[in-house]
T-cell receptor, first 113, second 113 residues
Framework: NAGVTQTPKFQVLKTGQSMTLQCAQD?????MSWYRQDPGMGLRLIHY???????DQGEVPNGYNVSRSTTEDFPLRLLSAAPSQTSVYFC????????????FGPGTRLTVT | AQSVTQPDIHITVSEGASLELRCNYS??????LFWYVQSPGQGLQLLLK??????LVQGIKGFEAEFKRSQSSFNLRKPSVHWSDAAEYFC???????????FGGGTRVLVKP
């Protein structure tokens, strides 16, 4: 198993540009989540999904969209990038509602200039 | 509301010395608690978790943590630190609604030779 994979590893955007961060897992996990990591703030939940076709907002959803058309994939879209979205983004997945344990991808470092 | 506090932002420890990282949580129900480690440029790896039962839990890489309900704490310990333990450590509390992990701000551990 590859586990949770994320692409790209690094990305630089100009303010106002849009892009999609890719996340895929091959563990047949129901739950998938997106977090952003900023110094001193730990990880904060952006959006999550409890299964294909179902998504919901986390703590900091503004400026981001998600969709879950398949169990495997959970892309995160930045609609119009802003410097405040400069961060490291992590995707995570967990087996099911009772599992609690999340598996994290390697992260995408995004810089918005 | 729930929160997780890691009071120490940085800790420097000599190789071979013991290490203790503090974590305090505020959560209304029985907590599910986790410690994750993040090596430089990497994603998060689960060190250990507490759901119920024995309040002293063993994890990977020689780490252990003790849950103390009376102190709302879940401190991480290692008897003898190795240079490879230099990393950032995150404490997290699981919230069942939304399959959400709430993270502390992290503690960066530096290991002196």
């Amino acid at each position: 198993n590859a586990g949770v994979t994320q692409t790209p590893k690094f990305q630089v955007l100009k303010t106002g540009q849009s892009m999609t961060l890719q996340c895929a897992q091959d563990m047949n996990h129901e739950y998938m989540s997106w977090y952003r990591q900023d110094p001193g703030m730990g990880l904060r939940l952006i959006h999550y999904s409890v299964g294909a076709g179902i998504t919901d907002q986390g703590e900091v959803p503004n400026g981001y969209n998600v969709s879950r058309s398949t169990t495997e994939d959970f892309p995160l879209r930045l609609l119009s990038a802003a410097p405040s979205q400069t961060s490291v983004y992590f995707c995570a997945s967990s087996r099911d509602r009772g599992s609690h344990e999340q598996y994290f991808g390697p992260g995408t470092r995004l810089t918005v200039t | 509301a729930q929160s997780v506090t890691q009071p120490d932002i940085h800790i420097t420890v000599s190789e071979g010395a013991s290490l203790e990282l503090r974590c305090n949580y505020s959560y209304g129900a029985t907590p599910y608690l986790f410690w994750y480690v993040q090596s430089p440029g990497q994603g998060l790896q689960l060190l250990l978790k507490y759901f119920s039962g024995d309040t002293l839990v063993q994890g990977i890489k020689g780490f252990e943590a003790e849950f103390k309900r009376s102190q709302s704490s879940f401190n991480l310990r290692k008897p003898s630190v190795h240079w490879s333990d230099a990393a950032e450590y995150f404490c997290a509390v699981f919230k069942a609604a939304g399959n959400k992990l709430t993270f502390g701000g992290g503690t960066r551990v530096l290991v002196k030779p």
